[in-house]
C-alpha cells in the first residue's frame, strides 16, 4: 500500500542506533518529522497502550521515543521471567487475558516447553517479524501492515477466536494486527490491576497513565506477582482512591482537559465481557480538588455513600469492599448534593469551599446563584438563631421535612413572620428572590427547589450545628432523623 513507510525490524533498528551511540546504549533519536521511524508510540487503545507504560515504567522514562535498545530488553528479560512461573502463566494470563497464549506459552499443557528463554524468544521474534506490504492496516496503531496470520483472543484480549469471518468488518477469521502492537499486548499483565477482574485504567494525556498504573508495576518488582490493587474488590473505589492520592500531586490545570475510561475486563475459555467505565472530567478536577482541599470532607461525604455509615476504622474496609451510592452517582451523572450534608447529626459534611466548587464545576450551578442563595441562608440564620432552642429545632425541622413544594414555600412565610416577630428590619427577601427561590430554579433537574433547600441546610448546619445538636437531644429528635435518612431521603 502507498503512503505507507515500511518499519525497521529490530535488528535494523539497533544496528542503526548503535552508530549514533559511543557509550553502547542503544537510543532512538527520533525528530518529529520522522515520526514513522519510533519503534513504539501511543495509539488510544487501551491494552497496548497500558504495554507501552509497563515498558516506559520498567525503564523509567516518560515518553515512547526514549526508549532504548537496553530498555527493550530488559523489559523483555524481566516479562519472560515472571511469565515463566506458574501464578502467572496458568493463574493470571491464561485464566483471565490470554488463554491459550502459544506467544506467552501459557496453556497449562505447555508446561514443561515454558521458560524464560523461550518466551523471550518468541516476544524478540515479534519485533523482528518482516512486514507484509500487501497485508492490510494495522487496526490499532495505523502505522505498520497487518500480521499475515489473524490475531485471535489468545494473543489480543476480546479480538474473537476465530472461525466467524462475519464477526470482523474485515472479513477475516480474525483480527488485523501488526507485531508491534501485539508485542505491547503481551506486555499488558505487568500494567494492569488484578482484581476478580483485569483492570486497566487509560488516560488522557497519556503521561496521566504513568501516574495510574506505576502502583501495579511497583506492586510487579516487590512482590514478582501481579498487583492486586491493595486489594479492593470494585474497579471504581479503586480509582477514586488512586485519584485522592494523584490529586494531592497534580495541579488543576494539569487536570482541565483530561479524560479517564476504565476498561473491567476477563477474556478466557469461558467467555470474554469487558465493562467500560467512563469518569467525566468535571468529576475528576472535583475529586482532586477535594484532595488538595479538604480530604476529610470526602471522607464525610463518601462515608454517606454507604448503606450503613461505617465508624472511623470500619472506612478501610467498607471503601475496598462494598459498592458506593457517591461513586455511581457521580458516573452517572447524578447530583449528590445531599450527601454534602448529615441530617442525623445536624452537620454539614465538608467546607463551604468543597460545596462551591461542585455546585459550580459539577452541577453547573452560577457562582452568582450561589452566592444569592447562602445569602438567603445567613439572614435565614440571623433569624432563627434568635429563637429558643426547642424552637429553633422545630422550625429548622419544618426544612428538613419539607417534600413537597408547598411546604418549602411554608418554611419561609414562617421565617418571615419570626423576622417581623423580632423586629429584623429587613424583608428575608423581595418577592423577586422569593419567586427566584421557588421557580427559577425548578425546570433543571440538577438545579431544583430541593438543591436550594440542600444548599440552605448545609449553612444553617455549618453555622448552628452546637445548638442544633443540643437542642435535638432535649427534644429526644434523633431517632426520627435517623429514620428519614435509612429510607433515603435523597432528592
Not at 425 to 439: G, K, Q, V, W, Y
Given at each position: 500500500m502507498k503512503g505507507i513507510t515500511r518499519e525497521k525490524t529490530l535488528e535494523e533498528f539497533l544496528r542503526t542506533s548503535k552508530k549514533k551511540s559511543k557509550t553502547g546504549i542503544?537510543?532512538?533519536?527520533?525528530?518529529?518529522?520522522?515520526?514513522?521511524?519510533?519503534?513504539?508510540?501511543?495509539?488510544?487503545?487501551?491494552?497496548?497502550?497500558?504495554?507501552?507504560v509497563a515498558l516506559l515504567l520498567l525503564s523509567g522514562k516518560k515518553r515512547p521515543e526514549e526508549l532504548t535498545e537496553e530498555d527493550i530488553k530488559n523489559a523483555i528479560e524481566f516479562a519472560s521471567e515472571l511469565y515463566s512461573r506458574k501464578k502467572w502463566s496458568s493463574g493470571y494470563i491464561h485464566a483471565m487475558m490470554l488463554p491459550n497464549s502459544g506467544i506467552l506459552m501459557a496453556n497449562p499443557s505447555m508446561t514443561k516447553k515454558r521458560t524464560p528463554d523461550t518466551i523471550k524468544a518468541k516476544l524478540f521474534s515479534l519485533l523482528s517479524e518482516p512486514e507484509d506490504p500487501n497485508a492490510p492496516v494495522c487496526e490499532i496503531c495505523g502505522r505498520r501492515h497487518a500480521r499475515p496470520k489473524p490475531v485471535y483472543r489468545s494473543d489480543f484480549p476480546l479480538v474473537g477466536t476465530g472461525g466467524v469471518p462475519n464477526y470482523f468488518p474485515s472479513g477475516k477469521d480474525g483480527a488485523n494486527i501488526c507485531s508491534h502492537c501485539l508485542f505491547l499486548?503481551?506486555?499488558?499483565?505487568?500494567?494492569?490491576?488484578?482484581?476478580?477482574?483485569?483492570?486497566?485504567?487509560?488516560?488522557?494525556?497519556?503521561?496521566?497513565?504513568?501516574?495510574?498504573?506505576?502502583?501495579?508495576?511497583?506492586?510487579?518488582?516487590?512482590?514478582?506477582?501481579?498487583?492486586?490493587?491493595?486489594?479492593?474488590?470494585?474497579?471504581e473505589n479503586f480509582l477514586f482512591e488512586k485519584l485522592m492520592d494523584i490529586g494531592t500531586k497534580l495541579e488543576m490545570g494539569r487536570l482541565e482537559n483530561a479524560s479517564i475510561t476504565l476498561?473491567?475486563?476477563?477474556?478466557?475459555?469461558?467467555?470474554?465481557?469487558?465493562?467500560?467505565?467512563?469518569?467525566?472530567?468535571?468529576?475528576?478536577?472535583?475529586?482532586?480538588?477535594?484532595?488538595?482541599?479538604?480530604?476529610?470532607?470526602?471522607?464525610?461525604?463518601?462515608?454517606?455513600g454507604w448503606r450503613k455509615k461505617p465508624r472511623e476504622e470500619e472506612f478501610d474496609e467498607f471503601k475496598k469492599r462494598y459498592p458506593n451510592?457517591?461513586?455511581?452517582?457521580?458516573?452517572?451523572?447524578?447530583?449528590?448534593?445531599?450527601?454534602?450534608?448529615?441530617?442525623?447529626?445536624?452537620?454539614?459534611?465538608?467546607?463551604?469551599?468543597?460545596?462551591?466548587?461542585?455546585?459550580?464545576?459539577?452541577?453547573?450551578?452560577d457562582k452568582e446563584a450561589l452566592e444569592f442563595i447562602k445569602g438567603v441562608a445567613d439572614r435565614i440564620v440571623e433569624t432563627?438563631?434568635?429563637?429558643?432552642?426547642?424552637?429553633?429545632?422545630?422550625?429548622?425541622?419544618?426544612?428538613?421535612?419539607?417534600?413537597?413544594?408547598?411546604?418549602?414555600?411554608?418554611?419561609?412565610?414562617?421565617?418571615?413572620?419570626?423576622?417581623?416577630?423580632?423586629g429584623i428590619p429587613e424583608?428575608?427577601?423581595?418577592?423577586?428572590?422569593?419567586?427566584?427561590?421557588?421557580?427559577?430554579?425548578?425546570?433543571?433537574?440538577?438545579?431544583?427547589?430541593?438543591?436550594?433547600?440542600?444548599?440552605?441546610?448545609?449553612?444553617?448546619?455549618?453555622?448552628?450545628?452546637?445548638?442544633?445538636?443540643?437542642?435535638?437531644?432535649?427534644?429526644?429528635?434523633?431517632?426520627?432523623?435517623?429514620?428519614?435518612?435509612?429510607?433515603?431521603?435523597?432528592?
Amino acid at each position: 500500500m502507498k503512503g505507507i513507510t515500511r518499519e525497521k525490524t529490530l535488528e535494523e533498528f539497533l544496528r542503526t542506533s548503535k552508530k549514533k551511540s559511543k557509550t553502547g546504549i542503544i537510543q532512538a533519536q527520533i525528530s518529529s518529522a520522522a515520526k514513522e521511524e519510533y519503534l513504539f508510540t501511543w495509539t488510544g487503545h487501551p491494552f497496548t497502550d497500558a504495554g507501552l507504560v509497563a515498558l516506559l515504567l520498567l525503564s523509567g522514562k516518560k515518553r515512547p521515543e526514549e526508549l532504548t535498545e537496553e530498555d527493550i530488553k530488559n523489559a523483555i528479560e524481566f516479562a519472560s521471567e515472571l511469565y515463566s512461573r506458574k501464578k502467572w502463566s496458568s493463574g493470571y494470563i491464561h485464566a483471565m487475558m490470554l488463554p491459550n497464549s502459544g506467544i506467552l506459552m501459557a496453556n497449562p499443557s505447555m508446561t514443561k516447553k515454558r521458560t524464560p528463554d523461550t518466551i523471550k524468544a518468541k516476544l524478540f521474534s515479534l519485533l523482528s517479524e518482516p512486514e507484509d506490504p500487501n497485508a492490510p492496516v494495522c487496526e490499532i496503531c495505523g502505522r505498520r501492515h497487518a500480521r499475515p496470520k489473524p490475531v485471535y483472543r489468545s494473543d489480543f484480549p476480546l479480538v474473537g477466536t476465530g472461525g466467524v469471518p462475519n464477526y470482523f468488518p474485515s472479513g477475516k477469521d480474525g483480527a488485523n494486527i501488526c507485531s508491534h502492537c501485539l508485542f505491547l499486548a503481551q506486555m499488558m499483565p505487568l500494567a494492569a490491576y488484578r482484581l476478580s477482574r483485569v483492570l486497566v485504567i487509560h488516560a488522557y494525556p497519556y503521561e496521566l497513565m504513568l501516574e495510574f498504573h506505576k502502583e501495579a508495576i511497583d506492586d510487579v518488582k516487590k512482590t514478582e506477582l501481579a498487583s492486586v490493587a491493595r486489594n479492593f474488590k470494585r474497579p471504581e473505589n479503586f480509582l477514586f482512591e488512586k485519584l485522592m492520592d494523584i490529586g494531592t500531586k497534580l495541579e488543576m490545570g494539569r487536570l482541565e482537559n483530561a479524560s479517564i475510561t476504565l476498561y473491567y475486563f476477563v477474556n478466557n475459555n469461558q467467555g470474554q465481557e469487558i465493562e467500560p467505565i467512563y469518569i467525566p472530567n468535571p468529576i475528576l478536577r472535583f475529586v482532586a480538588f477535594a484532595a488538595r482541599v479538604d480530604r476529610k470532607g470526602w471522607m464525610n461525604i463518601v462515608s454517606m455513600g454507604w448503606r450503613k455509615k461505617p465508624r472511623e476504622e470500619e472506612f478501610d474496609e467498607f471503601k475496598k469492599r462494598y459498592p458506593n451510592n457517591v461513586y455511581s452517582k457521580l458516573l452517572s451523572g447524578e447530583s449528590i448534593l445531599y450527601y454534602f450534608i448529615d441530617p442525623q447529626n445536624r452537620r454539614a459534611n465538608s467546607s463551604w469551599r468543597l460545596l462551591s466548587f461542585y455546585c459550580s464545576e459539577v452541577l453547573g450551578l452560577d457562582k452568582e446563584a450561589l452566592e444569592f442563595i447562602k445569602g438567603v441562608a445567613d439572614r435565614i440564620v440571623e433569624t432563627v438563631e434568635k429563637l429558643p432552642d426547642n424552637k429553633l429545632s422545630r422550625r429548622v425541622r419544618e426544612l428538613e421535612k419539607a417534600g413537597k413544594l408547598y411546604q418549602f414555600e411554608g418554611f419561609f412565610i414562617r421565617v418571615e413572620k419570626d423576622r417581623q416577630e423580632f423586629g429584623i428590619p429587613e424583608a428575608l427577601m423581595s418577592f423577586n428572590d422569593f419567586a427566584r427561590i421557588l421557580t427559577s430554579y425548578g425546570e433543571d433537574l440538577n438545579v431544583s427547589w430541593k438543591t436550594v433547600k440542600n444548599l440552605l441546610l448545609f449553612r444553617i448546619y455549618e453555622r448552628l450545628h452546637d445548638r442544633l445538636m443540643k437542642a435535638s437531644e432535649e427534644a429526644g429528635e434523633s431517632e426520627e432523623v435517623e429514620e428519614e435518612f435509612e429510607e433515603g431521603g435523597e432528592e
